[in-house]
């Protein structure tokens, strides 16, 4: 049998609440396959960590983390702590540190979930996000210059290089090959002379090298128009780690909700652990009062599933998660319903057992 070591790292908020969930389905479809199971191991690291020692992590955390298959990850978080540390130190660490380079992010219309859209039909919303996770505009490099004068300035720089922009593109395009998509750039070169200039450049070479993938080109705001006015343009989108951070939670607006947000970072040669989370934030303001939807970290345990192989397993925990949609209850305030994060997760266990 094989054993799959993950890491939970819980976090802040409604954190805990929902992994509890994502926990309970890989669980149970580890038990009907019976060819493999899980071993969890929890890190209390978030903002209470951090409040307690001045950290969002152990020192040695990488190190601790880097013995695992997977980190399953919630949401980082809380008021008090500010937001570029709670992010900068946990979830940034990671990402660089194990050079996860690949955010996976579906945006896709389930069926049974609400879309503000006038006249969109479900096939319409289907698309994949490949996001820029490593370098970009979340370098980190910067600098205040003139602090405490009238001419203080702040220069955040985006860091692109030719090995992150080529191998995200390629990762793209034998994706889009694969499945038989589109791929569609998007950027901004025609005001960041030099960063986006620099990634239309290298995406017009690497198109060359996929002569049979349809391609197209689109600045960022013509892109988020798109996405709302004629969803079905995109299928296979590949974009910086800024606008892929940005129109994916425009994704989720049209397809269901933060709700229903998942997100994965790979590293596709596997020489470090993977993540998967919900992307949609701590909400503090709900926590601990069991509301939460656990549907976007149940949707990024299934994205763990297929980066192990079970694919097959993959598309059960999404035909199940649709079960209860379509079903209309139970289902959580943010989808109308008034039912708890754990009925929730209990509803996809049952549909999952009698798939």
């Known amino acids: ?94 990402r660089k540190g194990f050079d996860q380079y690949v955010n996976l992010r579906p945006v896709k219309l389930l069926k049974g979930a609400p879309c503000p859209l006038k006249d969109v039909k479900r096939e319409d919303i289907d698309m994949i996000f490949i996001r820029e996770n490593s370098e970009g505009e979340y370098a980190g490099d910067g600098s205040f210059e003139k602090v405490g004068t009238p001419e203080e300035t702040a220069i955040q720089k985006g860091i692109f290089t030719r090995k992150g922009c080529e191998r995200i593109m390629r990762y793209a395009f034998e994706l889009a090959r694969k499945e038989g998509k589109s791929v569609t750039s998007i950027s901004k070169g025609n005001a960041l002379n030099y960063s986006m200039v620099f990634w239309d450049k290298i995406f017009a070479e690497i198109s060359a090298e996929y002569p049979d993938v349809e391609t197209h080109s689109l600045l960022v705001d013509a892109a988020a128009m798109f996405m709302v006015k004629d969803p079905k343009r995109f299928q296979v989108v590949v974009t910086s780690n800024l606008f892929g951070d940005i129109l994916t939670d425009l994704g989720a607006a049209i397809s269901g909700g933060m709700g229903l947000a998942a997100g994965a970072n790979l590293n596709p040669e596997r020489k470090f652990p993977s993540m998967f989370e919900p992307i949609h934030g701590s909400a503090p303001d709900i926590a601990g009062k069991g509301i939460a939807s656990p549907l976007a970290s149940i949707w990024s345990a299934a994205q763990m599933l297929d980066f192990f192989g079970h694919e097959d397993w993959g598309r059960k925990v999404i ?28 509803a996809v266990v049952q549909k999952l057992v009698s798939m």
């Open 319 to 346: 035909s199940s998660i649709e079960a209860v949609l379509v079903d209309g209850a139970p289902l959580t305030p943010d989808l109308g319903g008034a039912a708890h994060c754990e009925e929730i997760g209990n």
């Open 1 to 94: 049998m094989t054993e799959y070591k993950i890491a939970v790292i819980a976090g802040d908020g409604i954190g805990p609440e929902v992994i509890a969930e994502g926990v309970k389905v890989l669980n149970k479809t580890a038990e009907l396959d019976g060819s493999f199971r899980f071993d969890f191991t929890y890190f209390p690291w978030g903002c209470e960590y951090y409040l307690k020692n001045g950290r969002m992590m152990a020192e040695d955390g990488m190190e601790q983390l880097a013995k695992f298959d997977a980190i399953y990850m919630g949401a980082a978080g809380f008021p008090g702590v500010p937001d570029h540390i709670s992010l900068r130190d946990l979830l940034l660490v990671i």
